[in-house]
Structures are given as C-alpha cells and as structure tokens.
C-alpha cells in the first residue's frame, strides 16, 4: 500500500492565518514554528531580516531535514546565515539561497508572508 507525501507548501496556514507575533520573530531572528491539520504537520521558520519577514519551509533541500534539529537554533554562529544543523548547509537569510554545504545553489522553500497590526500572517499565494 502506498502512501501519498503532501509537500508541506500544500498545507500552509490559510491566507490571514495569524502565525507569530511580530516582536517574538524580531527579538528570535528566526522562529520556528509548527502547522497541523489532523495528522499533518508542517514546520515552517519565520526569519526577520531588516525591516522584512520572511517565511521559509523548515526543511532543508540536501537531506530534506528540519535546519534546527539541534535546539531551535537557525543562525550560524557569526550570526549572518541560517544553517542546517544535521550537515552545516549555510542560507541567506533574505533568499534562502544556500551558499556552501551539500546543497550549494539550491535554495529554501519561501512561503508568502506579511505583517498586520502585531502580527506575521500568512499572504496569498501565487498559484500561476
Ligand atoms: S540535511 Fe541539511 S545539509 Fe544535509
């Protein structure tokens, strides 16, 4: 029997979904946080960067593990990229674009997010 693997941008929050507060993203530099719908989950991270936030699949394109397995963390320690725990995979915050490790050139899975009041909710999603 087979099993059908949704790929977690199919169960993003609805549009307006309230996912983080905004001072809990800004003061964490990188939030993770978790979606569930019945026996689905998606872990997603909400990175703040400058003025932006950015919403990004937490799962990393070489081994396709969550980056923080260790302990929450996301930055590496200079503080200027995302890293994958399980192999260091280095990200640019503000594209998600991996700049060394085993998947050099690949890239995060961004989703559409904005700010309302306090709040980082998730935006519409192209679908073109
Ligand atoms: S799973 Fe992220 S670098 Fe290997």
């Known amino acids: 029997m087979s ?4 790929h977690p941008l199919d169960m993003l929050p609805e549009p ?4 983080a507060k905004i001072d809990a993203v800004q003061e964490a530099r990188a939030l993770g946080i978790e979606v ?3 026996d689905r989950e998606a ?4 990175v ?3 003025d932006n936030i950015i919403g990004y699949v937490n799962r990393c394109p070489h081994a396709r593990a969550p980056l923080d397995w260790v302990g929450g963390k996301f ?3 200079s503080g200027a990229y995302l890293r994958c725990a399980l192999h260091g995979a280095l990200f640019r915050p503000d594209d998600g674009h991996c700049l060394s490790g085993p998947c050099a050139g690949d890239a995060l899975w961004a989703f559409p997010v904005k700010v ?7 935006d519409k999603r192209d679908t073109s």
Do not use: C, E, T
């Open 3 to 6: 099993s059908i693997k949704l």
């Open 16 to 19: 307006g979904s309230r996912m």
């Open 36 to 38: 569930r719908d019945g």
């Open 43 to 46: 872990r997603l991270i909400l």
């Open 48 to 50: 703040a960067h400058g």
């Open 75 to 77: 930055f590496d320690p």
């Open 116 to 122: 309302v009041g306090q709040y980082v909710v998730a």
